[in-house]
């Protein structure tokens, strides 16, 4: 994990650099995760032109959209929206979201990683409004989907914590995450499917776009 020089977007980082158990490692800049980007500068439209930004996957309901827009100027990327559902019933603590998350919007996740695996999409940037939750769930998949360890997932998810708590006038950002957020919701898709991979597969991700998301994001090409 990296930093990235982007002092108009919030909880902003580059998942490259992060090993697998196998000993690979993410490539640089593949990969973004970020909160909202209602307020980009456009020094940091600048540096998303310069690394060649091709796909931002929002996962962010209608009403965020509307509230707080992308501002991505005439960057030539394609956007993505898929939102997992924030109307789930009986999730009244984070960690029932989560899982309620995993349970009834296994399609958002699914349709995420289709945008990331297609031929050409990466560079990419995925967010929602924080950049925690549903982009720490996206996340957590996709890195235990390349075979990063449990231990270098939490410690990635962690990171927001730092990022978030400068800004206390912002009610989105004020709620803290906890490692049992992404490892209990890491362990109940491993339960119910095996893996991440397992999880993917069962929503519609073909094994060839397993496949090919692997090769872009842990490929030297």
């Known amino acids: 994990m990296s930093d990235v020089p982007l002092t108009g977007v919030k909880n902003a980082r580059d ?44 996962l962010r309901q209608h009403f965020e959209i509307v509230a707080w827009p992308d501002q991505l100027g005439d960057l030539p990327v394609e956007r993505v929206n898929v939102a997992p559902s924030l109307d789930s019933e009986g999730a009244g603590t984070f960690f029932e979201l989560y899982l309620a998350w995993l349970d009834e919007s296994g399609h958002a996740f699914a349709d995420a990683v289709h945008a990331l695996a297609k031929p050409g999409a990466l560079p990419a940037l995925v967010h929602c409004t924080a950049g925690k939750d549903r982009t720490g769930v996206l996340v957590a998949l996709v890195l235990d989907v390349l075979g990063v360890g449990e231990k270098a997932i939490v410690a990635d998810y962690l990171i927001s914590n730092e990022r ?58």
């Open 15 to 58: 998942i490259g650099g992060i090993s697998t158990d196998s000993g690979a490692v993410v490539q640089p800049l593949r990969l973004l995760r970020t909160a909202r980007l209602n307020r980009p500068t456009d020094a940091d439209l600048a540096w998303l032109a310069s690394i060649g930004l091709r796909t931002v996957v929002d």
């Open 164 to 221: 978030l708590t400068t800004d206390p006038g912002d009610i989105t950002f004020q709620h803290p995450i906890s490692e049992d957020l992404i490892s209990g919701s890491l362990a109940h898709v491993r339960a119910r499917y095996g893996s991440a991979e397992g999880y993917l597969l069962a929503h519609g991700v073909s094994d060839e776009e397993i496949a090919a998301l692997r090769e872009a994001l842990l490929g030297e090409g």
